[in-house]
């Protein structure tokens, strides 16, 4: 039997495009190989240089397995990527879910021996939270665990036409109270729910509840902690209308208008704590996207109102921000995360625990600096083990009229190492110490040690 007339019998049938295959017909494809391989082998047997054609018949077989086994891999990636993508159960619209189960294990031990002033801080690093003044207090150590930080999402795509799409997206977690006595229920609470409006490929508008565009939530390290740098770091969720126009290269530009909120001490002026939040205008947010090279960075700017009332006196300042944020990657895949941040920053940094600024005697608003940031090294020892050093601090420039019972300064630092014996499934332990000072000097601080688990879907 000529090569030729065997290379007619074996050939295995043509695809003009593997990937678009179905598993139903890949395998009528590898029934038909299967079929020919027989016969070509059986011709071969009976030809005249039978040792010459089995080598041939050798080389081919190999040759066609591992076109079988490309053929098979793309298959499956392509069904792995349709899964990625969700599933249309209403025509032009597609559906996503997702989310994780995070379950942690705490201990903490306060300088001051007393636990956290409000119980959110047993559950995460809240620095404004450590209790201070105590230092003859029993030294005891608390132990807590919870899944509150488990959470769902919930998406959908619709394709409108003209290359436009419009898509939704909501998300809650368990982040709210718990019965520890019987049930450990917690409440669920909305963490993020907008809308989407695509009317090109490179520019969208956002309306609805998601992070501020004056945070850049990409630059925060992974940590075991729910935060990771919570004393240095900007972290702020809510309602805003966000444009977004994409510059190329991966750049772009936003521009929001973002819920207002003041904060404010009593400087002297004996003011009632419940007349804050009358504002008259929205934070104005504009923002910058960059890269160079390894590195992904932002620039942001907040300006702000601050204001309040009471009886028949009303006022207002004007205060704002800058924020600077990067990611800086390197080819092994280790990474810096990093961020600066300076000016009224009041509620936007550390979890609020600063606010932004003081009632004087005469009424007059007093707006207070404030300065913060962190730096966060991540190392990979190999593809399933990793660790993370990080360091956070922020400090307030208060006035004089606040008195000493105002934090001052607020800071914490941790390491951590995670290991993952399969992609998205995650264990950890990590070491934490934290700090906060008030403005008369005295200080409290905390060491925590904390195991997590964190399977994401």
């Given at each position: ?189 909305l963490r993020h729910a907008f809308l989407t409006y695509n009317y090109n490929k490179t520019d969208s508008i956002v309306v609805g509840q998601t992070w501020s565009t ?244």
């Amino acid at each position: 039997m000529s090569e030729r007339a065997f290379n007619a019998v074996v050939q295995t049938p043509y695809v003009a495009n593997p990937k678009s295959l179905s598993s139903q017909s890949f395998s009528n494809v590898f029934k038909k190989s299967k079929l020919s391989l027989a016969v070509g082998v059986c011709a071969c047997l009976f030809g005249a240089d039978t040792f010459a054609q089995s080598s041939q018949v050798n080389q081919k077989l190999d040759a066609l397995e591992q076109e079988i086994a490309e053929l098979k891999k793309q298959i499956q990636e392509k069904e792995e990527d349709q899964e990625k993508k969700g599933v249309i159960i209403k025509k032009g619209t597609r559906f996503q879910y997702g989310g994780f189960i995070k379950a942690d294990f705490i201990a903490n031990d306060y300088s001051d021996g007393d636990r956290a002033t409000a119980s959110v801080g047993d559950d995460l690093l809240v620095p404004s939270t450590i209790p201070v003044g105590n230092d003859n207090a029993p030294d005891d150590i608390t132990f807590d665990s919870h899944v509150k930080h488990s959470r769902f999402w919930f998406k959908t795509t619709t394709d409108v036409g003209n290359g436009q799409t419009v898509s939704s997206y909501v998300e809650t977690d368990f982040n709210s109270g718990v019965d520890e006595r019987i049930t450990n229920q917690a409440s669920n609470g909305l963490r993020h729910a907008f809308l989407t409006y695509n009317y090109n490929k490179t520019d969208s508008i956002v309306v609805g509840q998601t992070w501020s565009t004056f945070f850049n939530v990409a630059a925060l390290p992974e940590a075991i902690d729910f935060v990771g740098p919570s004393a240095g770091t900007l972290f702020t969720r809510q309602p805003q209308i966000r444009w977004t126009k994409g510059l190329g290269n991966g750049t772009s530009f936003m521009l929001a208008l973002e819920n207002p909120s003041s904060g404010l001490y009593d400087g002297g002026a004996g003011f009632d704590s419940n007349q804050f939040d009358s504002n008259t205008l929205p934070d104005i947010v504009a923002r910058y996207n960059g890269k160079a090279g390894n590195l992904d960075y932002s620039l942001a700017v907040v300006g702000r109102e601050i204001a309040y009332s009471q009886g028949s006196q009303e006022e207002d300042e004007y205060g704002a921000a800058i924020n600077f944020t990067g990611v800086y990657k390197f080819d092994g895949g280790d990474n810096i995360h990093f961020s600066l941040s300076q000016g009224t920053l009041g509620r936007y940094i550390a979890l609020a625990g600063f606010r932004d600024g003081a009632i004087e005697a005469d009424g007059d608003i007093d707006l207070i600096d404030v300065t913060g940031g962190f730096i966060s090294y991540q190392h990979f020892w190999d593809k399933k083990w990793r660790s993370t050093f990080t360091y956070a601090y922020s400090t307030a420039d208060n006035p004089d009229s606040v008195g000493g019972n105002v934090n001052k300064t607020l800071s914490n630092a941790n390491v951590s190492l995670m290991y993952s014996p399969v992609p998205k499934l995650t264990f950890g332990v990590a070491y934490e110490y934290a700090e906060r000072e008030l403005e008369s000097g005295v200080d409290g601080d905390l060491n925590r040690l904390q195991f997590t688990s964190k399977w994401v879907f």
